[in-house]
């Protein structure tokens, strides 16, 4: 309207509400025709992020395609619930994943795997406390379950309650069977310490980390190589995985956003905060915003905004202040 009005030509109100009217809708079908393409390229909207961001699932998969398959032929299968619910959450479609489990929790209310499902992937959204609620449950019905104290610690750490997330960790780190859980455990074990200002007590986990355990999970050399860099065996040079220049490398994602939390980490607890903030906001450009590097960052950066950046930044997103490495 604003150009059909600057034209000196004489032209009527009514005819140029006419134009208005023509060209009206053929820019509607362009937004619309850009917004169907982009749900088709990401997938549905799964939530806007605490900094604003908007995090989409991806389009359905195979998997996904034959869970759904699978259940509808047994829809009251507890293995194929969470064979779905694995499988949506994949696609990172973590809402979806959630509204699985709770389907599955109506006719097996007792279920610990499908509390520990459901609090897994609430922790994806960002529901923290409705996913501790869940885990706490899961743990409640089987205390021995490695997977509900860990992300039950998980839950807590995203909120900042360090000493309860440090307790949790341990108790998962009790119940680790092999070197890989070991290696996870520890790692969360130890920073939460470290972020709680208990340094003596996060020295002690590095001792079970012995120069000959190896990972079999390859995502946990990450985990791995952060636990030799906290010993002081490698450098923070060597810590790091590189970014990855392929957005399909879902592997290489992990490894960068894991490392880069937890190299930010360190430096956010030796209170170099400049350099950790850099560290999370190059997390948090990636496409892997499921991982817990990638929540992590986000969670930090969110405490750190909310603070006045300078002189009482450190106070408010640590408990005390700690030296040394």
Same mark, same amino acid.
């Given at each position: 309207?604003?150009q059909?009005?600057?034209?000196?030509?004489?032209?009527?109100m009514?005819a140029?509400?006419f /134009?208005?009217?023509?060209?009206?809708p053929?820019?509607?079908s362009?937004?619309?025709?850009a917004?169907?393409?982009?749900?088709?390229?990401?997938?549905?909207?799964?939530?806007?992020?605490?900094?604003?961001r908007?995090?989409?699932a991806?389009? %359905?998969?195979?998997?996904i395609l034959a869970?759904?398959?699978n259940l509808?032929?047994?829809?009251?299968?507890?293995?194929?619930?969470?064979q779905?619910?694995?499988a949506q959450?994949?696609q990172?479609?973590y809402?979806?994943?959630v509204a /699985?489990?709770?389907?599955?929790?109506?006719?097996?209310? *007792?279920?610990?795997?499908?509390?520990?499902? =459901?609090?897994?992937?609430?922790?994806?959204l =960002?529901?923290?406390r409705?996913?501790m609620?869940?885990l706490?449950?899961?743990? &409640?019905l @089987?205390?021995?379950?490695l997977?509900?104290?860990?992300?039950?610690?998980?839950?807590?750490?995203?909120?900042g309650? +360090?000493?309860?997330?440090?307790?949790?960790?341990?108790a998962?780190?009790?119940?680790?069977?092999? @070197? @890989?859980?070991?290696? %996870?455990?520890?790692?969360w074990?130890?920073v939460s310490?470290r972020r709680a200002?208990?340094?003596?007590?996060?020295a002690?986990?590095?001792?079970?980390?012995?120069?000959?355990?190896k990972n079999?999970?390859p995502?946990?050399?990450?985990?791995l190589?952060?636990l030799?860099?906290?010993?002081?065996?490698?450098s923070?040079q060597?810590?790091?995985?590189?970014k990855?220049t %392929?957005?399909?490398?879902?592997?290489?994602?992990?490894? +960068?956003?894991?490392? *880069?939390?937890g190299v930010g980490?360190w430096?956010?607890?030796n209170?170099?905060?400049?350099? *950790?903030? #850099?560290?999370?906001?190059?997390?948090?450009?990636?496409?892997?915003?499921?991982a817990?590097?990638?929540?992590?960052?986000?969670?930090?950066?969110?405490?750190?905004?909310? #603070?006045?950046?300078?002189?009482?930044?450190?106070e &408010?997103i640590?408990?005390v202040?700690?030296?040394? *490495?």
């Amino acid at each position: 309207m604003t150009q059909i009005r600057s034209y000196r030509s004489g032209i009527s109100m009514c005819a140029a509400a006419f /134009t208005a009217c023509i060209l009206m809708p053929n820019m509607a079908s362009g937004v619309l025709q850009a917004q169907t393409q982009a749900a088709a390229k990401h997938g549905a909207l799964e939530l806007t992020s605490p900094l604003g961001r908007k995090l989409y699932a991806l389009p %359905d998969g195979s998997a996904i395609l034959a869970a759904q398959a699978n259940l509808a032929k047994d829809p009251k299968n507890v293995s194929l619930v969470l064979q779905l619910s694995k499988a949506q959450a994949g696609q990172r479609q973590y809402r979806e994943a959630v509204a /699985t489990c709770t389907k599955g929790l109506a006719f097996a209310p *007792s279920n610990a795997d499908l509390y520990i499902e =459901r609090g897994h992937r609430e922790l994806g959204l =960002r529901r923290f406390r409705a996913a501790m609620i869940d885990l706490e449950h899961a743990a &409640t019905l @089987d205390p021995k379950k490695l997977d509900a104290s860990y992300h039950l610690a998980l839950s807590h750490y995203f909120v900042g309650e +360090f000493d309860e997330a440090a307790h949790y960790f341990r108790a998962a780190l009790n119940l680790a069977q092999n @070197d @890989d859980s070991i290696i %996870d455990c520890s790692n969360w074990l130890y920073v939460s310490l470290r972020r709680a200002g208990k340094q003596e007590e996060a020295a002690q986990v590095l001792t079970r980390i012995t120069p000959e355990m190896k990972n079999t999970e390859p995502h946990l050399a990450a985990y791995l190589r952060l636990l030799r860099f906290y010993q002081g065996a490698i450098s923070e040079q060597d810590t790091m995985a590189p970014k990855p220049t %392929d957005p399909n490398d879902l592997e290489g994602e992990l490894a +960068f956003d894991t490392t *880069s939390y937890g190299v930010g980490n360190w430096h956010l607890y030796n209170q170099e905060i400049p350099a *950790s903030e #850099t560290l999370f906001k190059s997390v948090i450009t990636g496409e892997a915003w499921n991982a817990w590097g990638f929540i992590g960052s986000e969670a930090d950066l969110v405490r750190m905004s909310k #603070t006045n950046a300078h002189l009482n930044t450190f106070e &408010t997103i640590m408990p005390v202040k700690v030296t040394g *490495s």
